[in-house]
């Protein structure tokens, strides 16, 4: 079985690894503490294929350690027991260091069986994850670990890689294997950050020209081998968070561009619920009452999305969104429920006002007959004073007028009619 291009391609030294200057740069905290040789518990935070799993191998190269390799979809709870009881080995003798692959996919249980050993040192945990490790891995290990995030490979630095891969390639094969500078640029683009992918995509165009003298990819090629990856984003993973709150915060924002940019990502991805969601929240939330009218236009637009799907939902997505970001803003509704909500959580008002009540006859206990509610409309401009509050909370005010044209325009009217 031929190893992966990816693993023959493994650097040789810290400079070889591609990406990830900010962790990795010479005087950078990670590359020094790499450097020392005293290799703490790490864990690697970030997406697939930006140099996690090539970090722990070549850390494990330098380490004087016994190395083990689990991957938390496959380890079992007997596999992590194998290697404590390796630590009482002659070939434990001077500990273990461990990368543990996709570790949020342990449960709790087995992360524990892992904790005396990390903390007693005879186990130098490496672990890796694609999620939030402050959701996913148990707190004491965390505590016991320096969390390092890996981002998404600039196209410039994916170059490096694909680079590096058709040299390889071509010594392996042994003929001249000629890439154009647009079938890799497209490559280094098209795998969204993913070094992996642009090394599989890399190989699969090679492949496409074997028996060829001399293997030659074009930009045509390149596109029609290159899987689609462009967006990285995942429903059930941060990816997904992370883009539909930039998304809602670019809207919040009024930043056009932004906002159709993050619902590029969000229509690439096919996420039609996401994208219709948030900007329905968001024409309530952030401009609501300085442009009341916004909220009706906005779910007649998703009404729209939902009714003819993908591909051409986006095009009266773009237009709602487009209208939200240009709207003028008001969060005034959102503060007032949410003030008032405070004051139910905090158990105050329970007791309706008795002329607000559902009342229709008194009990021969009440000294006070009748509910004595007074009906608006029976007095001029369909107002008159009442007390609608319950007592203990009827000077809390909750609403605090916009400063936009539409609110300050109710809150004139108001003062007309309850100073006349």
């Known amino acids: 079985m031929q190893t992966p291009l ?38 690697f935070y970030g997406p697939s294929g930006v140099g996690k799993t090539t970090l722990a191998s070549y850390i494990a190269r330098i380490t004087n350690r016994r190395f083990k390799k689990l991957n938390g979809t496959t380890a079992s709870t007997a596999d992590i027991k194998e290697i404590v009881s390796s630590l009482n080995t002659f070939e434990g003798l001077n500990g273990v260091l461990l990368y543990l692959d996709e570790i949020q996919y342990l449960n709790k249980k087995q ?47 994916v170059l490096r890689a694909v680079d590096r ?16 500078d647009a079938a890799k640029a497209h490559i280094c683009a098209a795998c969204g950050g993913d070094v992996r992918k642009s090394l599989n995509a890399v190989e699969l165009c090679v492949l496409a020209g074997e028996g060829e003298e001399t293997i030659t990819v074009d930009e045509a090629l390149a596109k029609a081998l290159t899987q689609r990856s462009g967006a990285r984003y995942d429903r059930d993973g941060d990816a997904h968070y992370d883009v539909i709150s930039a998304y809602q915060k670019s809207m919040r924002g009024s930043d056009v561009d932004a906002a159709l940019f993050y619902l590029a990502r969000l229509v690439e991805a096919d996420d039609l619920i ?9 024409a309530c939330e952030d401009v609501g009452l300085a442009y009341p009218q916004i909220i009706p236009i906005v ?13 051409e939902a986006r095009i009266p997505l773009a237009d709602a969104v487009i209208m939200v970001c240009l709207a003028p803003k008001s969060n005034s509704g959102v503060n007032a429920i949410s003030a008032a909500q405070a004051d139910v959580r905090a158990g105050l008002g329970q007791v309706v006002p008795r002329q607000l009540q559902n009342k229709h006859y ?4 009440r000294a006070e007959k009748g509910q004595n509610y007074l009906y608006p409309h029976s007095f001029p401009h369909h107002w ?10 009827r000077d809390h005010t909750y609403y605090e007028f916009g400063d936009n044209k539409t609110e300050q325009a109710y809150q004139a009217y108001w003062q007309k009619i309850k100073n006349s």
């Open 165 to 180: 891969a058709i040299r390889i390639l071509s010594e392996e094969k042994g003929k001249e294997i000629v890439f154009s």
């Open 111 to 157: 992360q524990q069986t892992l904790l005396e050993f990390i903390e007693n040192g005879s186990i130098t945990l490496i672990a890796s994850t694609t999620e939030n490790p402050y959701f996913y891995i148990y707190n004491a290990i965390l505590s016991r670990s320096t969390v390092f995030e890996f981002r998404p490979v600039e196209p410039s630095e």
């Open 299 to 311: 779910k007649s637009c998703v009404d729209i999305a939902m009714q003819v799907g993908f591909p």
């Open 274 to 282: 996401s994208a219709c969601r948030r900007l329905v929240v968001c």
């Open 6 to 43: 990816a693993d023959r391609l493994r650097p040789e030294s810290l400079d070889d690894i591609v990406g990830q200057k900010e962790l990795l740069a010479p005087g950078r905290p990670l590359r020094k503490i790499i450097e020392s040789g005293s290799i703490p518990n790490l864990i």
């Open 362 to 365: 008194d009990g021969e206990e």
């Open 384 to 393: 008159t004073p009442q007390q609608y509050l319950p007592d203990d909370i």
